[in-house]
């Protein structure tokens, strides 16, 4: 089971933008981590989740099938 992270989802997504806009201008992401006050690893798991999210969108979950309804 994952660990309950110390972030909050808007706290992370906020990090994450902040990175975002800071690696379009060049800088490392070891220094990023280094200012924002983040663990590196951390970060880059983030960075690496919400590029995932941006290219497959999570789907909605299924409904659950009727067993009753089915015709056998």
Do not use: F
């Not at 280094?34 to 299924?62: A, F, I």
């Amino acid at each position: 089971m994952p660990r309950v992270s110390r972030y909050s989802p808007a706290e992370k997504a906020a990090i994450v933008a902040a990175a975002r806009s800071r690696i379009r201008l060049g800088e490392s992401c070891k220094e990023i981590a280094h200012q924002l006050g983040v663990n590196q690893p951390s970060l880059r798991g983030w960075l690496r989740e919400s590029t995932l999210d941006m290219l497959y969108p999570p789907l909605p979950p299924c409904m659950p099938r009727n067993r009753s309804a089915c015709p056998h």
